[in-house]
């Protein structure tokens, strides 16, 4: 079985994904975590999105692998180096939509994602899952949540990790995320026409996870 999330930055896309994973013994595959990985890898070269020729060549050198430690958490590794951590940056948040509107790099991703999920009952989550990446799969949900809530999340994310931000900012770049993965070219933010449509402002993890479940539920029987 086939699981797609789909929705906006900060929706709580992978939290819920996780969780769901967890609970139905799925495999979760984080979309978003692969194009921060490349984000990174471009940022760390000094890479412009729009310089393409120079991305592609980065593109041919790097291995993006994704599997799980112990405790189930997520690793992202780029050539055997962990870059879970760096790849959840402000900076990398920041410049993530420019890069993932590169075709190149969507397309590397997209054959990364679609073979993990070729042998496989998973949970999948991003902006283009059940639309362009798993447009067959058999449940789909849209996740989204107003921008102020978003940045709420966003921000005690960031103060978590000892990050110096506020919530003005966050709500005016995650806005400006918001309009970028809309009018790209290429797979645009888009809710599948048969997707479930969720806003989670005011709705806690488990009651979000609730409603996902009882839309398996119903593929199933």
Do not use: W
């Not at 939509?97 to 790099?105: D, E, G, H, I, R």
């Amino acid at each position: 079985m086939q699981i797609a999330i789909d929705g906006p930055a900060g929706a709580g896309k992978s939290t819920i994904a996780k969780k769901v994973a967890r609970l139905l013994g799925f495999l979760y595959i984080d979309s978003g975590a692969l194009y921060r990985a490349v984000a990174l890898s471009a940022l760390e070269k000094q890479i412009d999105p729009q310089d393409e020729p120079a991305l592609a060549r980065l593109l041919q050198g790097l291995q993006l692998d994704l599997s799980e430690d112990a405790k189930g958490n997520q690793v992202v590794q780029v050539n055997g180096r962990d870059v879970s951590r760096a790849i959840r940056d402000n900076k990398v948040s920041q410049v993530v939509s420019a890069y993932s509107a590169v075709p190149a790099v969507r397309q590397l991703v997209t054959a990364r994602i679609q073979a993990l999920a070729a042998s496989r009952d998973v949970v999948m989550d991003g902006r283009d899952i059940g639309s362009v990446v798993l447009p067959q799969a058999d449940v789909k949900a849209f996740l989204t949540a107003s921008v102020a809530e978003r940045a709420r999340r966003r921000l005690l994310q960031l103060q978590a990790q000892g990050e110096a931000v506020d919530q003005e900012t966050l709500e005016a770049e995650i806005a400006a995320r918001d309009q970028k993965d809309r009018e790209r070219a290429v797979a645009p933010l888009v809710q599948a026409p048969d997707a479930l449509y969720l806003d989670s402002s005011n709705m806690d993890i488990d009651e979000v996870c609730q409603h996902i479940l009882a839309l398996i539920r119903k593929y199933v029987m």
